[in-house]
């Protein structure tokens, strides 16, 4: 399958500081990225869908303003907590797709945030 | 609205033994598509396997098989002669071709432990 990078595998911060992560396609181009939160032992939660050089659009519950998110080429998307706080303390996940609704998304090694 | 149900939260199986997990799906579109991945303790999802809803014919991949009835609305998956290394999570996952907003929904997962 397509292979999608993510980067970092693991990043502890400060509170009040920001943190991006990126997650990149690297053998095709992504029309569509994706980004989940996942709670430990729970299931993946949508937190936004963004397409190559528009807004991303945000799940409802999910400040925009907080997890701010980039799709700057078909190959890279940077999600990036701002003001970062212990409760964003979680996995996250990105996952690309390379053609329309309906077709594999392949996903990243994920990221632990840890905010202390 | 899309929704998917695994109502087995976690199995131990001993090594060899064949396993099922059940994931049951509600759509109101005609017109959707069914996925499997796996989550190893490492965190990636990898892809298993895809199908739409047009194409009932069950899959066998090598130990793999998966069972697609959709008059009971369920796409079941086995694992034939269960080995260490099947241990994970595995989510069931549906797409909507027009009502799911161009969403990934995933099951709550079940726990699958393999043991010698």
């Known amino acids: 399958g397509a292979v999608v990078s993510q980067h970092p595998s693991r990043v502890i911060c400060k509170s009040g500081t920001s943190v991006k992560i990126e997650c990149r396609s690297l053998?095709?181009?992504?029309?569509?990225m994706f980004w989940y939160r996942q709670f430990p032992k729970q299931s993946l939660m949508l937190m936004a869908t963004s397409n190559e050089g528009s807004k991303a659009t945000y799940e409802q519950g999910v400040e925009k303003d907080k997890f701010l998110i980039n799709h700057a080429s078909l190959t890279l998307s940077t999600l990036t907590v701002t003001s970062a706080h212990p409760e964003d303390s979680s996995f996250y996940i990105c996952?690309?797709?390379?053609?329309?609704?309906?077709?594999?998304?392949?996903f990243g090694q994920g990221t632990r945030l840890t905010v202390v | 609205a899309q929704k998917v149900t695994q109502a087995q939260t976690e199995i131990s199986v001993v090594e060899k033994e064949d396993v099922t997990l059940d994931c049951v799906y509600e759509?109101?579109?005609?017109?959707?598509?069914l996925f499997w991945y796996k989550q190893p303790p490492s965190g990636e999802l990898v892809f298993l396997i895809r199908r739409n809803s047009f194409d009932e014919q069950n899959e066998i991949s090598g130990r793999y098989s998966w069972n697609f009835q959709k008059s009971t609305s369920s796409f079941n998956f086995t694992i034939t002669a269960s080995q260490v290394v099947d241990s994970a999570v595995y989510f069931c996952a549906l797409s909507e071709w027009a009502g799911g907003g161009n969403k990934l929904t995933f099951g709550t997962g079940t726990q699958l432990k393999v043991e010698l």
């Open positions: 759509t109101r579109d005609t017109t959707y598509y």
């Open positions: 996952s690309a797709r390379q053609g329309a609704i309906g077709t594999e998304a392949f």
């Open positions: 053998d095709f181009q992504a029309t569509t």
